[in-house]
């Protein structure tokens, strides 16, 4: 009589399937737009590390935003002291579009050591659908927006 129960061969070709799933899973890419909101959630806690370090180290810090990347402005005699914020610079994923006020092509944010910044209002666009706006006050604080989550 044959016992109930699974053949060594029925348990390896389950476990094969298994593997390529998630294999395929964990290596399809994700979707422009989730890049983008991925990137401006990073943007978001980048400008919050900087405001923080322009206070903790009571000197101005800026933070410049091109249409493709954004970095840490860092001058020749902080950069010893600033190493650290210089590999920050992140590039924007394609098909996300930044835009900035008044049509000009980069913004700068500066935090002064109170963490006070350079008022300022961006929207982001991925695929001709708005991701999310993001807005500086003069007082430092930073919201994203429609809603905080993405």
Known sequence: MGQGGFTLI??????????VLIG????????????????????????ELVRDEAVLRYRPLA??????????????EDAADLADLADLARTIPRGCRVFFPDGVDSVEVTFIAAGIATP???????????????????????????????
Do not use: W
Not at 24 to 47: F, G, W
Not at 126 to 142: H, L, Q, Y
């Open 120 to 150: 300022l209002a961006l929207e982001f666009v991925c695929k001709d659908e708005a991701v999310a706006t993001m807005a500086i006050s003069a007082g430092g604080a930073i919201k994203l927006g429609p809603d905080e989550a993405l």
């Open 63 to 76: 933070l410049r935003i091109y249409p493709d990347h954004y970095l840490v402005e860092i001058s020749r």
């Open 24 to 47: 395929y899973i964990s290596l399809t890419p994700i979707s422009d737009c989730r890049a983008c909101r991925n990137e401006i959630q990073r943007l978001k806690m980048t400008m």
């Open 10 to 19: 029925e348990i390896l070709v389950v476990l094969l399937v298994v593997a």
